[in-house]
């Protein structure tokens, strides 16, 4: 295969993740809205790009020699951002070999803690996941329109390094909510980064759930990250008497249990298929604070 340019559209958590799991010659550029990320994009080994919705000059030249683009911004009541400034250069990008897109297991909505695959009826409740699944289709659409393949990701709750149990345990802002019955799945951004990497060299499209095997109650996660720690979990809090963001009282609307027998039969094994062994590596590794290898917190 000839280098690869990948292109990652919005290169935040898990662009940077993906980036630092390059294995090859590949060049990967990202785009931010803010300058003053341009070095932690660097550090994670991706040339800087602005991009804050309109199509500039460097970004054309960039699409003009890209092979493989990723898209991880959300979209907007205008609809998707990069379609919206980009579409016509994008369906005319003479090295174009494929496309992925970073969506959201919040597409599927509530289904009462019922397993939904892909097969599953998108039902969105929130205004945010019904503006994914229209981005969804206009990016599959764009891809049977020009003859790519357009691999659509999934994901459920992302964590790792610097993102974590452990963190919000060290800060204290971890907590212990309980609504009977809730579950939710989770994905560690390396699970999402090896995700990305074998749908890309095997330039493989569709739709993948990208999500762990074990479906869990939040505050079980707490409670496994304090045995790592040696501290005491925070005390158990009542959903109906949290205090919570709008944003954060929607995620609780919806209950469901994922699959992602879809990416396993594309071939691809995770790292971390539940949060246990997650946890235990990064706990053993020292890398839970931001990815820098460091001591183990000492136990109190």
């Not at 662009?15 to 990320?37: H, Q, V, Y």
């Not at 907590?175 to 989770?186: A, D, E, H, S, T």
């Not at 919806?254 to 027998?261: L, Q, S």
């Not at 020292?286 to 136990?299: I, L, Q, T």
């Amino acid at each position: 295969m000839s280098e690869k340019q990948i292109l990652i559209f919005g290169a935040g958590y898990s662009g940077k993740a993906f980036a630092r799991a390059s294995t090859d010659a590949s060049t990967i550029l990202g785009t931010t809205r803010a300058a003053e990320k341009f070095e932690a994009l660097r550090q994670a080994g991706i040339q800087p790009l602005l991009f804050d919705g309109a199509l500039t000059l460097e970004i054309s030249d960039v699409l003009e020699k890209t092979t493989h683009l990723v898209v991880s911004v959300a979209p907007d009541e205008a609809g998707d951002p990069v379609l919206n400034a980009a579409r016509e250069t994008i369906a005319e990008m003479p090295a174009l070999e494929w496309i992925a897109y970073l969506s959201t297991v919040g597409v599927y909505g509530d289904h009462g803690g019922d397993w939904v695959d892909e097969t599953a009826e998108c039902r969105p409740a929130s205004k945010r996941s019904m503006m994914r699944v229209a981005a969804e289709q206009d990016w599959l659409k764009l891809g049977r329109d020009i003859g790519r393949p357009v691999a659509i990701l999934r994901l459920s709750g992302i964590y790792g390094p610097g993102r974590n149990a452990l963190v919000n345990l060290e800060n204290g802002t971890a907590r212990r909510l309980i609504k009977p019955g809730q579950v939710f799945n989770r994905i560690h951004c390396d699970d999402i980064a090896g995700a990305l990497w074998h749908l890309l060299k095997n330039i493989s499209g569709g739709i993948f759930n990208v999500t762990d095997d074990l479906p869990a109650p939040p505050q079980d996660v707490v409670t496994y990250a304090a045995g790592l720690m040696g501290v005491t979990p925070p005390p158990e809090i009542p959903f109906e008497t949290a205090q919570l963001s709008p944003m954060a009282r929607s995620f609780y609307r919806e209950n469901k249990r994922v699959a992602n027998m879809a990416i396993k039969a594309a071939g691809y094994r995770f790292r971390f298929p539940d949060y246990r062994s997650a946890f235990d590596h990064m706990w053993a590794e020292g890398n839970w604070r931001d990815g820098e290898a460091r001591s183990p917190m000492k136990r109190s």
